[in-house]
């Protein structure tokens, strides 16, 4: 991790089953699809509501949560949603020309 990192704030050893890592921790889930121009179009509700389940599942460690934790679960999910599409809104991004 960089020298400029405060200690502590980043783990030495951080990777996935498979090896892969970033300075963030494991790669995450290979479903969860890039929402942003020029990789995805059309970006619906549901598309960015899929990527928060699937966010919440991974994290989580529930494809399907039991009964009592239903509800944190479903409020994990909105909450994930709703930063996801605030910060799809907010990105300034330069437009390139398809010509």
């Known amino acids: 991790m960089g020298q400029d990192a405060p200690a502590g704030r980043f783990r030495r050893s951080l ?3 498979e090896g892969r890592e970033t ?4 790669v995450m889930c ?13 970006v619906t509700d549901d598309d960015v509501r899929a990527a928060a389940l699937q ?3 991974k ?3 529930f494809r399907s949560p039991s ?19 605030t910060l799809l809104d ?6 390139v020309s398809r010509d």
């Open 15 to 17: 990777s996935d089953r």
């Open 23 to 26: 300075q963030y921790g494991p």
């Open 30 to 42: 290979r479903s969860i699809k890039t929402l942003r121009e020029p990789y995805a179009s059309d």
């Open 55 to 57: 966010y919440v599942r």
């Open 59 to 61: 994290v989580s460690g």
């Open 67 to 85: 009964t009592r934790n239903a509800e944190a679960f479903e409020r994990a999910v909105e909450a994930v949603a709703a930063a996801t599409q």
């Open 90 to 95: 907010d990105l300034r991004l330069r437009h």
